[in-house]
């Protein structure tokens, strides 16, 4: 009985490699905000940032182990990180806390619509493949990674780590996020090309593809990896694998802050996928779990638990496939 637990463990373990930072969250914002001009909002809180720490808290939300791979400073904000990841049961033994660091802050100004974000990388920026004990993956099914852009010293290595995850028996996904220089060069299909799932939305898809619509950009990135997930946001999303494409529509939901709500999609993707459920029923629990966490401020305060995603589901009339 211990033994088939064991592996029931591994089967469900996630590990993730990231940035961590801080987002300070100015939400229901009255207006987009414009230089030279004061807007008033809603609501202000300090809460964990990071497109990785927030896929993490998303997986561990729906019953998955998870262990985060990282490096903070020294500092206020690099304790608040690490404490909200222990909180969530996230083991950070594979984060470093490195004394002459400074933790990332993100400040995010968010309407009910969309929001804009400001970014002090600090140690983000610092992370390398040297500072990353890789045979740490061992006992781990399934390797996230993402925020490609702003781990400048990490990106190098981004292709490698996935080949080692691979070489581990682990699956893979990948994220780039958005590209602040707007450069997408081709260091990022190397990356692509040693995924098993990639994560993209409808404006990187164009932009990293140079297509003008995104079937179009599905079919080119499908030639590279063998599932590709392109989020539509209040469209739903869009997937090709194994020949076939699939959509699903989104669910419906007043959002409150939008913060994150890509990398929740991608927790709840991920956790279907490891699940064992076809294609529509991994991107109707992405949609179901990127629409709940808009129904609170910040990436991770709205994240379903099982339970809840599976209440919301049968509210919704899914049948979970």
Aim: aromatic share 6%; glycine share 8%; net charge positive.
């Amino acid at each position: 009985m211990r033994n088939e637990k064991m592996q029931q463990q591994r089967a469900r373990a996630v590990a993730v490699i990231g940035e961590l930072n801080v987002d300070l969250i100015a939400s229901g914002l009255t207006s987009a905000p414009v230089l030279g001009q004061e807007v008033l909002a809603e609501d202000f809180q300090t809460v964990l940032g990071s497109a990785s720490a927030i896929f993490a808290c998303g997986a561990a939300r729906l019953g998955h182990p998870v262990s985060f791979f990282s490096k903070v400073g020294d500092d206020d904000y690099g304790s608040f990180c690490l404490n909200a990841l222990q909180k969530a049961g996230i083991s950070t033994k594979n984060v470093s806390t490195v004394p002459t660091s400074k933790t990332g802050v993100t400040i995010s100004l968010s309407t009910r619509k969309d929001r804009a974000l400001v970014t002090v990388l600090g140690a983000i920026s610092e992370l390398r493949q040297k500072d990353l004990d890789l045979r740490a993956l061992r006992g781990h099914s399934h390797l996230h990674m993402t925020s490609f852009f702003l781990q400048t010293a990490l990106r190098p290595a981004f292709p490698q780590i996935l080949r080692r995850a691979r070489k581990l028996g682990l699956t893979t996904s990948f994220d780039p996020n958005s590209d602040p220089m707007s450069s997408w060069g081709p260091d990022v299909w190397r990356v692509v090309d040693e995924a098993t799932i990639l994560f993209i939305n409808q404006d990187e898809a164009l932009h990293l593809t140079r297509k003008k619509n995104v079937r179009e950009a599905l079919q080119q990135l499908a030639e590279r990896a063998p599932c590709v997930v392109v989020k539509l946001g209040p469209r739903g999303a869009i997937a090709a694998a194994d020949g076939q494409v699939v959509s699903a529509p989104p669910f419906k939901v007043r959002p409150v802050d939008t913060t994150g709500a890509g990398d929740s999609f991608a927790a709840g993707f991920v956790h279907a996928f490891l699940c064992g459920r076809n294609l529509h029923g991994c991107l109707v629990e992405g949609n179901a779990c990127g629409a709940l966490s808009t129904q609170q401020v910040g990436g991770t305060a709205g994240q379903p638990d099982l339970k809840s995603l599976e209440k919301f589901l049968r509210r919704k009339g899914v049948t979970q496939s």
